[in-house]
């Protein structure tokens, strides 16, 4: 079970989803060679050898990258497991190196650094699950 956030490319004056109408595309974050290389910018602890499915540990998480094979790339998935604060840290550096935003997929909207609500609200949910299903 992962903890899952979408990075795409929004124009700075939009703070919420809410605010793109429905039929909203995105601006692509690039072509994949120019993706790639921003990644192991922001990240090159990184493991790319996939380019289309990445790979970050941490101590206490891990982080998958869905790149994808389409070129240009529209988005990357991000999908979080584990636990502690400190996993936000490369997502953040993701995003500023992409010129993108972070919408968390538990939340429903954008996050910026330092919010974690999402990230500890998926936490418990996980753990509550994990434990009853014991």
């Known amino acids: 079970m992962s903890g899952d956030v979408l990075l795409l490319r929004l124009s700075d004056d939009v703070t919420s989803m809410h605010e793109l109408p429905d039929d909203y595309s995105p601006e692509p974050l690039g072509r994949q060679c120019d993706v790639l290389a921003a990644v192991t910018q922001?990240?090159?602890e990184a493991d790319l050898s996939d380019p289309t499915w990445g790979d970050?540990?941490?101590p206490d998480w891990s982080i998958e990258f869905n790149i994808g094979s389409?070129?240009?790339v529209?988005?990357?998935m991000l999908h979080i497991r584990g636990s502690g604060d400190d996993v936000?840290?490369?997502v953040f550096r993701l995003a500023e190196t992409l010129?993108?935003?972070v919408l968390d997929l538990s939340e429903g909207d954008l996050i910026n650094p330092g919010q974690t609500s999402g990230?500890?609200?998926f936490q418990q949910f996980r753990d509550h699950v994990i434990g009853s299903a014991q």
């Open 42 to 44: 922001a990240v090159p």
């Open 56 to 58: 970050l540990s941490g």
């Open 70 to 72: 389409e070129d240009p």
């Open 74 to 76: 529209d988005s990357i």
């Open 88 to 90: 936000l840290g490369p």
């Open 99 to 101: 010129r993108c935003k």
């Open 119 to 121: 990230w500890h609200a």
